[in-house]
């Protein structure tokens, strides 16, 4: 049935009509530059879910890697639960795990209990506060949740006339006593964000299960919101219920720590180069919303993806990777960009690679005709190459510089103020920033001090390190290996009398000062299309992360036309009258002047004033614009245009627009479609409305039908 028919159905109550926008509407709304290729877009959308999908797989690998040890150790915790229990108990104690992960993240639960469903041995189940809303039902989601995962492997028939109530422990008992027959099973219970729970139904629920323990192995899992620290269960549960529990707790990875080795492993670590390397922009915005608002690594992966997706906005990065430009080989990649539609971004790309040519003139214009498409793609991998081996010298030699730091710092060379410690992620914001001479002049200054044995160890670890680094690096550290090598050797092995070692630490300290001051520096310096690899210090989309959702709401409602296209708004600065809004704005503008209970029929009756005054204006504004066009038209011949001026009587006119009177044309229009005027106005009424009560502006109330309450007040205009 289409939306026509269902319009005639009186027993229809609400039909949906969809909007379905226009083709080429949606083709209007791509944005493309003026230097992208006709498929810029679509390509550099491939290319950033290729960048996204590298990163993101090595920081799912790393968070898996942290998280490993907690979740191996719940499940041994689990496995051994009624084992080795202390002998002279008063009463049995049900086993309670407190998985506690402060982020707010349930991701190590869900491995925990991945872990625990590959075990035959292990049946899980979930309850959620929803579905607990007192002792029964969660007693009832409890039991279920168990006997519905193995009736069909058991085969277990339930008759009705003999079933136990379905809230009743001793259904579950009968059940795994039935079970027990064939092989022995846990029962582990998961609490799906244990604060919301309601602490009386928690408490039934704990005393009617440690009735039944260990009979029945339950093993309760709590997933918890709230650091250790806070000791959630001593300070909402009562030791009437806490001596029923046998409680062991866990605290998953998060925090800086979490934070420091992820960015150390994805944007630092020799065995893995991405794609997008970020800046100190993304870099400070990353750490800053991470300790401030949320330091879980799921807004950290958001953060990541908004950088690179912000990143992909410059055509020249379909680049990244390879110079194939979406085809299959490089014969079709440059005959793509002889077509003339690839030319302005041909031309941006020349522009680049030739910007810092140290030619001049005439030299330079000569060496810009002769240049080809193949020498193009030849300077490209060349640039590539470059920033690529940029990044892995400073990669290694940042890691020295850590390496350095923490062997000064344990053979107490070097200290630093015990109330504000560096960490990792102070000296990765220092590097990124540029401003590492300070730290790396005192590290420096510290190895001339080292004596013979300490200069050995040190060495010792940097040949070590040199020897680690991948074979796809080796080239990169020959030199230095050597080098270390042969201080090494010429590094006397008993007591110094002879001042050799403090030649020779001198001499290291110099050596790794000038690799510091060499391989450190800033990336935009080691080629010329640094940013097409590199986020440098562009700016953080914050919008996209955070919007400032209520005021953007307001700004809409009360300035609708600064969000339309440059082509339907006249000036910026002219302020438009409340006739001129859509009615949803009308209708706000009219909320805003009234009380906090607002009578819906004053509301609508102010509505009909300003639609009448819209209606007026948009006829008078029609009048106005059919006798521009009539006079507009030229005269016939033999017309007098004194006479068609003069063709009705002034004086009637005059007369009657004194007195008000509308013209015939207005009666005819006006007794036509007043009616129709009205439900129009109606149903323009109960639309915005229906607008603003989605939106949540207005509150219902019982004591009033006809009354409805502001839930929005002092809102600047």
Not at 593 to 606: L, P, Q, R
Request: hydrophobic share 40%.
């Amino acid at each position: 049935m289409g939306s026509s028919s269902k319009l005639e159905d009186i027993n229809q109550k609400v039909v949906c009509i969809p909007f379905i926008e226009p083709e080429s509407a949606i083709e209007q709304q791509v944005i493309r530059d003026d230097t992208d290729l006709p498929d810029g877009v679509e390509l550099r959308l491939r290319a950033y879910q290729t960048a996204w999908s590298k990163c993101l797989a090595r920081i799912q690998s790393i968070v898996h890697h942290l998280k490993d040890p907690v979740v191996s150790d719940v499940v041994r915790r689990v496995e051994g639960a009624y084992e080795d229990i202390l002998p002279g108990l008063p009463q049995p104690e049900l086993p309670v795990i407190c998985i506690s992960e402060p982020t707010g993240d349930s991701s190590t639960l869900n491995l925990i209990v991945e872990e625990l469903t590959r075990n035959d041995r292990t049946l899980v189940t979930r309850l959620y506060p929803a579905t607990c809303n007192n002792a029964m039902s969660a007693m009832k989601a409890l039991i279920s949740g168990f006997i519905n995962q193995s009736d069909d492997e058991v085969g277990t028939k339930h008759k009705a006339s003999a079933s136990l109530a379905n809230y009743d422990i001793q259904t579950l008992l009968a059940w795994y006593d039935a079970l027990n027959d064939t092989q022995r099973l846990e029962l582990v219970v998961v609490f799906q964000g244990f604060e919301q729970f309601d602490p009386l139904v928690v408490q039934d629920v704990c005393y009617i299960c440690s009735l039944n323990v260990p009979r029945l192995p339950l093993v309760f899992l709590l997933g918890l919101s709230s650091p250790p620290s806070a000791r959630f269960l001593s300070h909402t549960y009562p030791r009437a219920t806490l001596c029923l529990l046998r409680v062991s707790n866990v605290t998953v990875p998060h925090g800086l720590p979490a934070l420091e080795d992820v960015i150390l492993k994805t944007f630092f670590d020799l065995d893995f180069q991405p794609d997008i390397d970020i800046g100190s922009s993304a870099f400070t915005f990353l750490v800053d919303y991470f300790m401030r608002h949320n330091s879980g690594i799921d807004a950290a992966l958001t953060i990541l993806q908004l950088v690179y997706m912000k990143h992909f906005e410059d055509p020249l990065t379909i680049l990244v990777n390879d110079n194939l430009l979406g085809t299959s080989s490089l014969s079709e990649a440059m005959e793509k960009l002889r077509q003339p539609q690839s030319f302005p971004f041909l031309d941006s790309l020349f522009a680049r690679v030739h910007a810092q040519s140290e030619q001049a003139g005439a030299e330079h214009i000569d060496l810009w005709r002769q240049e080809t498409i193949d020498s193009l793609f030849r300077s490209l991998d060349k640039e590539r190459s470059a920033f690529r081996d940029h990044t892995r010298q400073s990669r290694i030699w940042f890691k020295i510089l850590t390496l350095a730091r923490a062997f000064l710092l344990k053979e107490n060379a070097i200290k630093e103020a015990p109330d504000k410690p560096r960490s990792s992620i102070d000296l990765i914001s220092s590097y990124l920033d540029g401003e590492l001479e300070g730290e790396v002049e005192a590290l420096a200054k510290a190895i001339k001090k080292l004596g013979s044995y300490q200069l050995r160890a040190l060495l010792d670890d940097l040949h070590d390190f040199f020897s680690e680094v991948p074979a796809s690096s080796q080239r990169l550290v020959n030199h230095p290996r050597n080098h270390c090598t042969s201080l090494l050797t010429s590094l006397p092995d008993e007591e110094d009398v002879t001042g050799v070692s403090v030649q020779i630490a001198e001499s290291v300290s110099t050596w790794l000062l000038q690799h510091w001051s060499d391989h450190l520096g800033n990336p935009e310096t080691s080629s010329k299309l640094w940013d097409i690899w590199y986020t440098a210090s562009t700016p953080f989309p914050t919008d996209l992360l955070n919007p400032s959702t209520r005021s953007s709401l307001f700004s809409g409602l009360l300035q609708p036309w600064a969000y339309l296209s440059p082509a339907d708004v006249q000036n910026e600065a002219t302020r438009y009258a409340t006739w001129q809004l859509p009615d949803t704005s009308i209708l706000f503008c009219r909320y805003l002047d009234s009380g906090k209970m607002i009578n819906v029929y004053d509301w609508f009756e102010s509505f009909v004033l300003v639609l009448d005054t819209q209606r007026d204006r948009l006829r008078e504004r029609k009048k106005q614009e059919t006798m521009a066009a009539a006079n507009a038209k030229p005269l016939k011949k033999g017309t007098s245009s004194k006479r068609s001026r003069s063709s009705a009587s002034p004086t009637k006119k005059g007369d009657k627009a004194a007195r008000g009177a509308p013209d015939d044309e207005d009666n005819v229009w006006d007794e036509q479609d007043d009616e129709n005027w009205k439900l129009e106005i109606q149903a323009r009424f109960i639309r915005a409305l229906h607008e603003l009560d989605y939106l949540g502006f207005v509150k219902h109330t019982g004591r009033k039908a006809d009354h409805v309450l502001r839930t929005v007040f002092d809102v600047a205009d």
